[in-house]
């Protein structure tokens, strides 16, 4: 991955932020956007080029394909290809459905879905002109079994899995690779917000008796993207410890 250059959505946190580790870790120039902090950003961009490749951090709103194509377009001016994507981005409004308001179904589904296809959107022609490049889009097990309360993100997660296969059989023919991790319970601030009896029960769900880590999903990350997975594209691959066996 040496010299290779990598945009994850929402990276300053959680899973995102791992990612951009992980792929700043094998020697890739990474950008990543965020939303909210500017000092959780610039501390990454130090923590990025400590290890001695290049950083841009770019606070854009991933529900506006403006802000995509305006930030597409400031990597490539910056770092001259983009090799990866990795759509991570993702927020929940969890509520009964009888219980939801309409923007509570609005902003899960923009910012989970719809920045999918405004970054892949702005991506695709300069991957297509390389005749390389792979996709990673960090959906959920939401979006395979659906959970009670997240009608919102379990639409918008199964909305990245159709996203993924359907793109994957356009792309394919430009060896452009389109994959998808299905994420379980990970240990992030999102989940550390659950009330303790139910991480109790969704731990004892799992094969493997825990939640995962940040750390699992980002070397799978980087598997996906790497050159071992040339021969792999429109798959689904779930890190959920065993939850949906």
Do not use: H
Not at 28 to 45: I, P, Q, T, W
Not at 52 to 66: C, I, P
Not at 85 to 103: C, F, Q, S, W
Not at 190 to 211: G, H, I, N, Q, V
């Amino acid at each position: 991955m040496s010299n290779k250059t990598a945009i994850v959505t929402g990276g300053t946190r959680g899973i995102g932020k791992a990612i951009v580790l992980e792929l700043a870790k094998s020697g890739c120039n990474v950008a990543f956007n965020y939303s909210k902090s500017d000092d959780l950003a610039n501390e990454l961009v130090k923590e990025i080029e400590a290890l001695g490749v290049k950083a841009l951090a770019k606070k854009a709103d991933v529900s506006d394909f403006e802000s995509a194509k305006d930030m597409i377009k400031e990597v490539k001016d910056e770092f001259g290809q983009i090799d990866y994507l990795v759509n991570n981005a993702g927020i929940t409004r969890d509520k009964l459905l009888a219980l939801m308001k309409e923007n509570d179904w609005d902003d899960v589904i923009n910012v989970n879905l719809k920045s999918v296809y405004n970054f892949s959107k702005a991506v695709i022609m300069t991957m297509i002109k390389q005749k390389n490049g792979k996709i990673l889009n960090i959906t959920s097990v939401s979006g395979i079994a659906g959970v009670a309360g997240q009608a919102n993100y379990s639409a918008s997660k199964a909305g990245m899995i159709g996203f993924t296969k359907a793109l994957a059989k356009e792309v394919g023919k430009a060896k452009i690779n389109v994959n998808a991790i299905a994420c379980g319970f990970i240990e992030t601030d999102m989940t550390s917000e659950l009330p303790e009896e139910y991480k109790k029960k969704m731990t004892d769900m799992t094969a493997l008796k825990r939640f995962g880590t940040t750390d699992d999903v980002a070397k799978t990350a980087k598997f996906l993207l790497s050159d071992d997975a040339n021969y792999i594209t429109g798959q689904v691959l779930s890190i959920d410890g065993g939850l949906a066996l």
